[in-house]
């Protein structure tokens, strides 16, 4: 979106403007696409993938991280949420893919777990992953669950910090978003607190009617000449469709301060135009990275620092910004894509956006 000289929001952003701007975290990808024409369950078209979210560059199962999670509207699914709200910590990476991959996912994640750390077995434990999912079913055969545990490996291995690819990318692949194409998008903030903080966002964007979206406050989806979604018989409703919000910091932030971030990032949410409708899945998780929980330790306290609740609203302030942003650069990122039955989803088109917007910023 700063490409386009549109810039939402006061704070500055990080080096990369994404999540990987905050310390250690890192982001990877895996992208299906394969085949065309009408739809043949199990076969395809395929247009969907998976995409993770790595804290720290350790082992997440036995350095774990604060973590919240809040459901504005619960039609999805993100597992692993009784335990994030028990313990109020997170333990593996967070998975994204789409719905009905997320058992798979789901697998393919304790296995990992399980490579990385022998000790569950040994010690008789057990692991309990983060996989979250939006509906990529307009575009992707849904019901042929194409990733498997190699997608969700080749994901892990591609992690990395830096710039993160965004739009038609891993778990994005075949989302949409307020009737454009969607996707990943992500975004960051810098906050100048006791001697300053990063926080970002990443999202899973899903949702959304034309009408709804607004960018800087311009009614930008009933503007656009930008053709709506072209099905081919039968046309399917308009559905309010999901969003997955994801937030880091490396602000030292206590599981409570954390659940109040995941409620701000829904704010972001909300400036772009949804409202969150009886069908969405409206999720956000929010992690810190300024605390490690060791799973052991001879200590008989866990040392945790906090940011005083005095000092926390500039965090807020970034994590809407950020969440606003990422949103809108999952939509100037993705690309027109046609999938299942010759369904054709259009970008959102960067001159038009300019055009519209651009004028009532100046």
Not at 172 to 191: C, D, E, H, N, P
Not at 279 to 292: E, Q, R
Request: with cysteine; net charge negative.
């Amino acid at each position: 979106m700063r490409d386009l000289g549109i810039v939402t929001g006061l704070l500055p952003p990080g080096k990369w403007n994404a999540i990987t701007d905050v310390s250690g975290v890192t982001v990877g990808h895996t992208t299906l696409i394969e085949g065309s024409g009408p739809l043949v369950p199990g076969r395809g078209p395929v247009r969907t993938g998976v995409t993770v979210i790595i804290p720290h560059g350790g082992n997440c199962y036995e350095q774990r991280v604060p973590a919240a999670i809040h459901v504005l509207n619960g039609a999805g699914e993100m597992t692993g949420r009784s335990q994030v709200d028990e313990w109020g910590v997170l333990e593996t990476p967070i998975y994204l893919t789409s719905t009905h991959n997320v058992g798979l996912v789901y697998d393919a994640a304790v296995e990992r777990a399980l490579r990385q750390s022998p000790s569950i077995v040994s010690h008789g434990g057990f692991v309990i992953p983060v996989v979250a999912e939006c509906n990529d079913g307009s575009l992707n055969d849904g019901f042929g669950r194409h990733v498997h545990q190699e997608h969700v490996f080749a994901a892990l291995a591609s992690a990395a910090s830096g710039p993160v690819a965004e739009g038609c990318v891993g778990a994005g692949t075949g989302m949409v978003s307020y009737q454009f194409k969607g996707g990943i998008g992500t975004a960051s903030r810098l906050v100048d607190v006791a001697g300053g903080y990063v926080v970002g966002a990443l999202v899973l964007a899903n949702h959304g009617t034309r009408e709804q979206l607004m960018v800087a406050g311009v009614p930008v989806g009933r503007l656009s000449k930008v053709p709506l979604p072209s099905w081919r018989q039968p046309l399917p409703p308009a559905r309010e469709g999901s969003i997955i919000m994801v937030v880091a910091t490396d602000a030292p932030l206590l599981p409570s301060q954390l659940r109040r971030l995941a409620v701000r990032s829904t704010l972001g949410l909300a400036r772009t135009g949804s409202t969150s409708g009886h069908g969405s899945g409206d999720i956000a998780i929010a992690f810190s990275v300024g605390n490690l929980i060791p799973l052991e330790s001879s200590e008989p306290f866990d040392a945790w620092r906090a940011l005083r609740d005095s000092s926390i609203n500039r965090v807020f302030d970034a994590v809407v910004e950020a969440t606003e942003e990422a949103i809108l650069n999952a939509l100037l990122a993705a690309e027109t894509m046609e999938g299942r039955d010759g369904r054709l989803v259009e970008a959102v088109s960067p001159e038009e956006l300019r055009a519209l917007v651009r004028p009532r910023l100046s």
